[in-house]
């Protein structure tokens, strides 16, 4: 069955650093993952997805992840920190035509 | 295109009651799939129906039960409520099934069970 490991519920980053979040996951086949972020008091946005296309996926927001196979892991970063990217992001995870399966999540707050 | 809406957004209910919640899917979408959101447990899956069958399950009691209409709207329905079913509904729909198809998430509905 699938599973997707988020390390740290908790991340905080100044303005204009860089922004690291970490995923790790276990499939059984080629999976789908995805990043969603949840701002407060409001729904879940995708941020981005990897379906076997390019390794490398560009989302919203100046977002991306690298898809590696050999660590089974895809983390989110972003070069340059915003306060207005402070919120929960999500990693999740799907096997072809099955559910999606949500990390615990990782709270990201910028300093100024 | 409108977005995934769901209604209500705040709902307060106490112990034993049962409620519904409704979520309209973007239009063109066959799936709708609800989650419940708590800070203990995180996302977890309820169910999804496509073409108004449901075709997936997670686990929850069978208090928890959900239902697809020809336009595609769905409808969820615990009964007997508890307080521990105080959380975030979301409800998300994607043109595909689940997994496959990008899913689009609603505000969601809290809940609260007193």
């Known amino acids: 069955a699938q599973s997707v490991t988020q390390l740290g519920s908790h991340v905080s980053v100044s303005e204009g650093a860089l922004v690291l979040l970490r995923c790790n996951y276990s499939?059984?086949?080629?999976?789908?993952l995805f990043w969603y972020v949840q701002y407060p008091n409001q729904g879940l946005q995708l941020l981005l997805k990897y379906t076997s296309a390019a390794t490398l996926v560009k989302g919203i927001n100046g977002f991306e992840a690298e898809f590696k196979k050999s660590e089974t892991s895809f983390h989110l970063t972003k070069p340059s920190a915003h306060m207005s990217d402070a919120a929960e992001y999500f990693c999740a995870v799907s096997e072809s035509t099955d559910k999606l399966i949500f990390g615990t999540g990782t709270r990201l707050q910028v300093f100024p | 295109k409108a977005g995934v809406t769901q209604t209500p957004r705040y709902l307060i209910k106490t112990r034993g009651q049962q409620v519904t919640l409704s979520c309209s899917p973007i239009s063109g979408h066959r799936s709708v799939s609800w989650y419940q959101q708590t800070p203990g447990q995180g996302l977890q899956f309820l169910f999804e129906y496509f073409s108004e069958t449901q075709r997936n399950k997670g686990n929850f009691p069978g208090r928890f039960s959900g239902r697809q209409f020809s336009n595609s709207r769905s409808e969820m329905n615990v009964s007997t409520l508890e307080l521990g079913d105080s959380a975030l509904y979301l409800c998300a729909s994607s043109i595909g099934t689940a997994g496959v198809g990008t899913q689009y998430f609603g505000p969601g509905t809290r809940l609260t069970v007193l």
């Open positions: 499939s059984s086949v080629p999976p789908y």
